[in-house]
């Protein structure tokens, strides 16, 4: 039975006169690893911002396992379960490995100024950052500076750090982003790893590496979902086809 976990209903952003989201409809499952595609500007990164809870709809609901959370910011999203990486690397780089994904973890205790007087407290945030390094696939990297690591071992590290926080919803923002072809292949085995527990939303420019690791594809085009299916209805799609060869013959 498929276990809908953050679902958007009718979901709408203005910005002044234009409109960037117009009556999305998006559910992710656990399970499930769901892509948005879409030319630049049609509206993906407006689309994650409102499901993290860093941008406020214009009009819609957006539900967590049945529940509104539309009024909840990004914070409190985080802390029952939706975690977001950016487009941006966004680590500490001068911190190792570990004191991200702690800082992360902590992020979700409901009193951090006591942690360090509560040592269970801090034993536990310790466990949970290291169980997300390890999901990371960056065991043994625990002690390094996260500024020194490869490119691809960053955007690890993020996911590591959103693990920290028990997330059950993953929205990553183009987490393949700058890596090279091995980098790349790494990370969707580890997407294809998480996805085993979670839901994932994941926007992503590179075709290839989307088609190997999504069970389901949104495609949107000029702020509104223009078809969401299989990979494979995706893939034939006449109206998906047209939209992506009208786009790249406006580059001509
Ligand atoms: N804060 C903002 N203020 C005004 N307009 C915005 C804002 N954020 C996004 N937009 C506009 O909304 C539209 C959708 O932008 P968005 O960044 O969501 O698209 P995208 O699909 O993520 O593009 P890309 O693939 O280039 O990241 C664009 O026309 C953009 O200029």
């Known amino acids: ?7 958007a209903e009718g979901m709408t952003r203005r910005f002044g006169g234009l409109t960037a989201n117009h009556n999305v409809n998006l559910s992710l499952e656990r399970g499930v690893l769901h892509a948005l595609l879409g030319p630049n500007g049609a509206g993906k990164s407006t689309c994650i911002n ?23 910011g990004s914070h409190q999203r985080s802390k029952i379960g939706i975690g977001r990486s950016y487009q941006r690397t966004n ?25 360090f007087a509560d040592a269970l407290r801090l034993a536990d945030t310790v466990e949970r950052a290291r169980a997300a390094i390890a999901e990371a696939g ?25 693990l920290a926080t028990d997330a059950q919803v993953l929205l990553l923002d183009e987490p393949l982003a700058g890596m090279g072809s091995d980098e790349s292949a790494q990370m969707v085995t580890l997407l294809n790893r998480l996805k085993a527990t979670r839901a994932i939303l994941l926007v ?3 075709m290839d590496a989307v088609f190997a690791v999504a069970d389901r594809i949104t495609v949107m085009v000029n702020g509104q979902v223009l078809e969401s299916g299989t990979p494979q209805q995706i893939r034939n799609s006449p109206d998906v086809q047209q939209a992506y060869l009208g786009h790249e013959a406006e580059h001509e």
């Open 1 to 7: 039975m498929s276990e809908v976990l953050l679902a």
């Open 50 to 72: 409102m499901l993290s809870g860093d941008l406020p709809p214009s009009e819609g609901t957006i539900r967590f396992k049945g529940e509104d959370i539309t009024g909840l």
């Open 204 to 206: 992503e420019h590179d």
């Open 91 to 115: 680590i500490f780089p001068k911190f190792s490995v570990l004191e991200n994904c702690r800082l992360a973890a902590q992020s979700r205790n409901p009193r951090p100024w006591r942690l």
């Open 138 to 162: 960056l065991a043994g990297r625990e002690e390094r500076i996260a500024g020194t690591l490869s490119h691809g071992e960053q955007r690890q590290l993020e996911i590591a750090m959103v």
